[in-house]
């Protein structure tokens, strides 16, 4: 059987992380904390369970706290939570059986993140499979009798093991701060994160934190030579500018964007330009196309249930009662599709970052 570390970074988490430890103290063989400066209870909580604690500096990067309490595992594996997570009897029970029989040339073990909307953030789907369980010392092979290489991928198991996520409140205020330390500090930003930071612009974001985001993503803009980056700005761009008012930088980007082919988000933001100039057929036509033509890039509801919800606004405006109310309950049929998706439709190609 194999041994795991569990591995996990916290701060002032004394009201949740009891039941998570309760949920996990059966299943690990050592539990490490690194606290990032509590001044509650959490450590000495963790410490009932036996957990070894370490302080750490906090340098707002969650990969360097990351990388230094897997560092200080000593464990075959190491599986990674945060204090707002639990996991049931049932899945406790999978957990046991997947630690038994478990292959060591396993590298990851992917589980089910559940319960992702209840806070929504840059999520699309409630449940989504995330890598939770790495070994810790990965031994590279050759592979292939000629041409020969070194795998690289890691050999991943997919488990159907589920993890409930119980968050407090939503983080988007939290990790927008974050994105924008970040920038501020001039750090370079993959294209994967600058995609996350569009998404949860564009999911969770105020009119403020769209604006503040300009320099940002006009810069990405201009610069990107990834597509889907480049749109992604271009999608900020047109809501930030569409919220401050200011037409011609709207249409300016709007424009940029449908001459890629233009997606969902950018039709949305058309509708809602025009819904504003109380030009409802035109708002319709640009809402229908969300729905009926294009595909969402970074929230699947542009394509789906928000779409149908306001082409049902614009039937209301055009005082066409018959049309109002179908549209209105298809956009309730949707929005219940979209609460139990589990993974992309054929609807949507929505990337989950």
């Not at 795991?4 to 904390?33: A, F, W």
Request: with cysteine; proline share 2%; aromatic share 10%.
């Amino acid at each position: 059987m194999i041994t795991i570390s569990l591995c996990m970074i916290v701060k002032n988490e004394e009201e949740r992380l009891p039941k998570c430890l309760d949920s996990l103290k059966n299943l690990v063989d050592e539990i490490l904390i690194a606290d990032t400066g509590s001044t509650d209870n959490t450590k000495k909580i963790a410490k009932s369970y036996g957990a070894k604690v370490y302080d750490f500096e906090w340098h707002d990067d969650f990969s360097e706290a990351r990388n230094f309490i897997f560092s200080k595992a000593k464990c075959d594996y190491i599986y990674s939570a945060d204090a707002d997570e639990e996991i049931d009897e049932e899945n406790q029970e999978k957990f046991k059986a997947l630690k038994e029989a478990m292959d060591p040339r396993i590298e990851m073990v992917e589980m089910y993140y559940a319960n992702q909307l209840e806070y929504r953030t840059v999520y699309n789907y409630d449940k989504e499979l995330r890598p939770k369980l790495f070994k810790r010392i990965r031994t590279f092979l050759w592979e292939d009798s000629i041409h020969e290489q070194v795998r690289l991928s890691p050999m991943i198991f997919e488990s159907d093991i589920e993890i409930i996520h119980k968050p407090s409140g939503s983080h988007a205020e939290r990790d927008l701060a974050n994105f924008r330390k970040a920038i501020d500090a001039g750090n370079i930003m993959s294209n994967r994160l600058i995609n996350m930071y569009a998404r949860e612009l564009y999911m969770a974001g105020e009119k403020e934190d769209l604006v503040s985001a300009i320099p940002f993503m006009t810069a990405t803009a201009s610069a990107s030579e990834d597509a889907d980056t480049l749109r992604n700005a271009l999608i900020i761009l047109e809501r930030a500018y569409r919220l401050s008012g200011d037409d011609i930088a709207f249409n300016k980007y709007a424009m940029k964007d449908v001459s890629l082919g233009s997606c969902s988000e950018t039709c949305m933001e058309l509708g809602e330009y025009y819904f504003e100039k109380k030009d409802f057929d035109e708002a319709l036509i640009w809402f229908y196309n969300a729905y009926h033509e294009t595909k969402p890039v970074l929230d699947i509801r542009t394509g789906g249930s928000a779409a149908l919800s306001r082409i049902s606004d614009c039937y209301e405006e055009l005082h066409d009662a018959k049309n109002r109310d179908m549209y209105y309950e298809l956009s309730k049929e949707e929005a219940e599709k979209e609460l139990q998706a589990n993974s992309e439709d054929d609807h949507s190609d929505a990337a989950n970052i």
